[in-house]
């Protein structure tokens, strides 16, 4: 089992729909990041969470909305999707201190979000 | 800007045999981490291995090596005795350390089929 959960696995929406993603994390990990994947493609950072606190923002529409309740917590707000926001969308963790740069993210398994 | 390039779109391999996937990278910045990354039909990314720009040796993880020629900035990698177990979609990525290592960008993959 992965040490970062997503919820739920899999999501089917409407453009007029609300929807969260939700990912939690249990390693104690400082900094935590949204992913989106489109199928055959590389992850495209969208959004990371240094501390609780937004640090970077790759310029996503702002019909996604993040959120950081705790250390343990992110969310991804939907509000509005259009069918091209159809992906895989990744979480993922890691140590937010700078001595630990050499280990690796922790992802979870993701979201498969379609719109319809 | 940094640049991770990935040529190879899929590879074959017999099981039992290794294999080498190539990633050359270009960056400004002296002070950078190379990462790969296993991300298997399930959809999950699986850290494999480590590479830092001032590391004087190459990374080893058990049947996993990185092959490190920072002059030609290439950090291949090498799966030993390949199992079926081991066909997926490999990323090599790199995370900027300058900037707090927040930001990881990946090249575009290269898919493994192991042959029995």
């Known amino acids: 089992d992965t040490e970062v959960t997503q919820t739920p696995k899999h999501l089917v929406m409407g453009m007029t729909n609300k929807k969260s993603l939700k990912c939690e994390q249990h390693m104690g990990h400082r900094a935590m990041y949204w992913y989106k994947q489109k199928a055959k493609k590389p992850p495209e950072l969208m959004f990371v969470y240094s501390y609780e606190k937004l640090s970077i923002n790759e310029s996503v529409p702002s019909r996604f909305s993040p959120e950081c309740p705790n250390s343990s917590l992110l969310n991804l707000h939907l509000h509005a999707l259009q069918p091209e926001d159809s992906a895989l969308y990744l979480c993922a963790s890691s140590q937010g201190d700078t001595g630990f740069k050499r280990h690796g993210y922790t992802f979870g398994s993701g979201t498969r979000l379609t719109v319809v | 800007a940094q640049k991770i390039t990935q040529t190879q779109p899929g590879m074959f391999v017999q099981e039992k045999e290794a294999v080498t996937l190539d990633c050359t990278y270009d960056?400004?910045?002296?002070?950078?981490?190379l990462f790969w990354y296993k991300q298997p039909s399930s959809g999950e990314m699986i850290f494999l291995i480590y590479?830092?720009?001032?590391?004087?040796q190459n990374a080893t993880e058990g049947r996993y090596s990185l092959n490190f020629q920072k002059a030609r900035k290439s950090a291949n990698l090498v799966i030993s005795a390949s199992q079926l177990g081991d066909s997926a979609m490999y990323f090599c990525?790199?995370?900027?350390?300058?900037?707090?290592?927040?930001?990881?960008?990946f090249g575009a993959g290269t898919r493994l089929f192991v042959k029995a």
């Open positions: 590479q830092g720009s001032y590391d004087q």
């Open positions: 990525a790199m995370r900027d350390l300058n900037t707090g290592g927040f930001k990881t960008i």
């Open positions: 960056t400004s910045d002296p002070s950078y981490g």
